[in-house]
């Protein structure tokens, strides 16, 4: 009875394996072709303002955040785009953010009359703003705390254009990041959200606000999640944006058009706020029946700090797995709905059955391979099962690493090639085992969970001020 049941087991592990592993090539072929066609446009001077580039507005929810605040902002006033604001919206700090960028940047206190529209979204008492005649492009919105939705929110209301980008508050964004995101709303007007890619900027050198050079650190869990995040946007959200199912527009870069997340009321008090409204957006507009794009441009790039030990690396793992199944079991009645098109029928079976319960059968089959191993009825098949899982792994971070290579050339020295190959190799030894129990403790005590910031410990970036700071001035 026994050895038929772990024979069962066995079959249901091999055509999961199967199925996954078959979803994850056609993501990379469908990727790969994709990337070529935009870096073949990054080389040429497609990339410039016109008369036609829309104004922008960037938003950048931020609490706590007085490590980074001000090289973030500081980096944005160095943008190559002719015509933006930022609003940076204080979420009830506890720390020194607002005194920081009052400081930095000579803001003033100053009276704001915006009248409440039909669609203005409720938001937590706003305290007042801050603004400066150096500095005109910048506005302080200092309010109580309600939540980096509810903080995002706020930042849309008082959004002055019809394009808003949404940044986390310890990002550096490349010079031309805004032009390559607002690419797609120029070459549709059907598009309606924009994507950027997130890379890892621990160890990175940033001077007067530009990255000046990329290298890898020391840190052996932060090298492993430079791959992650390699695998994650190089080999998977590129093929979703092909078919227009991307799911999440992540939360550290993002372009919406406004009118859109004002006719839905903004962003909900959810853990997952980005992914949440990726697939509202999906549902409201495909019920509409109005023809819409939501896209994601590879070349667009956000840096961003990631944690630096375990227990942050859990923390934040945690919440973003409680924000994806908040977020799945919200939209449920999505889930193979004709109505939803590709993202009922491919997007969010993917989704659920591969991204929210693959740790819950990853883990069953850890727990099989011992007890089976204990008790002498291992067979050869499930090793090769396993052997086969573990290549697999290794083959697509290698794929995304190489990727990575020919296309943007960030890590030019061959250490570093070989150290991020190395890290490949280990991932799925040390690092995947972890990340599986992390996800599978999201669903302890989800309901309970609080909707609130998550919070890792931030380091202030290697970053010099001087030029930076004269030539926002300027602006």
Known sequence: MMYEIYYWYSLFIFIYFFVINGQYIILI????????????????????????????SIIVPARNEEHTIVDTITSLFRLDYPDFEIVVVNDGSTDQTLEKLIQHFDLKPVEA????????????????????????????????????????????????HALFCSIDADSILEKQTLLKLVQPFLNSEDTVAVGGIVRVANGCTIRDGVLKDVTLPFSPLIITQIIEYLRAFLTNRIGWEKINSLLIVSGAIGLFKRSVVMELQGY?????????????????LRKKRRKYRIDFAPDAVCWT??????????????????????????????????????????????????????PLIEASGYVVLILSILSGIISEFFIFVFLMAYLFGFFFSLVAIFINEISYNYYKK???????????????????????????????????????????????FMMDHSSAQNEAAQQ
């Open 29 to 56: 072929l469908v990727s790969s072709r994709r990337l070529r066609e935009y870096l073949r446009l990054s080389k040429t001077d497609f990339y410039v303002a016109t008369e036609y580039t829309p104004s922008i």
């Open 113 to 160: 009359s915006y009248e409440k529209s039909a669609d203005w979204i409720p938001c937590e008492t706003v305290h007042g703003f801050y603004s400066s005649f150096v500095y005109s492009k910048l506005l302080v919105v200092d309010k109580t705390n309600g939540g980096k939705s509810d903080a995002l929110n706020a930042g849309i209301n008082y959004a002055k």
């Open 414 to 460: 061959y250490k570093e090639i070989l150290k991020l190959i190395f890290y490949a190799l280990l991932d799925p030894v040390w690092y995947r085992p972890f990340t599986v129990y992390w996800r599978i403790k999201a669903f302890v005590g989800y309901k309970k969970s609080k909707r609130q910031w998550g919070t890792i410990k931030r380091e202030t």
């Open 268 to 284: 909900k008090n959810t853990i997952g706020e980005d992914m949440e409204m990726t697939l509202r957006m999906h549902k409201f």
């Open 305 to 358: 700090q990631v944690p630096t030990n375990l227990n942050s690396l859990s923390n934040q793992r945690i919440r973003w797995q409680r924000g994806m199944i908040d977020s799945l079991w919200l939209h449920r009645d999505m889930l193979f709905n004709p109505r939803y098109g590709t993202v009922g029928f491919l997007a969010l079976p993917y989704f659920w059955i591969f991204e929210m319960m693959g």
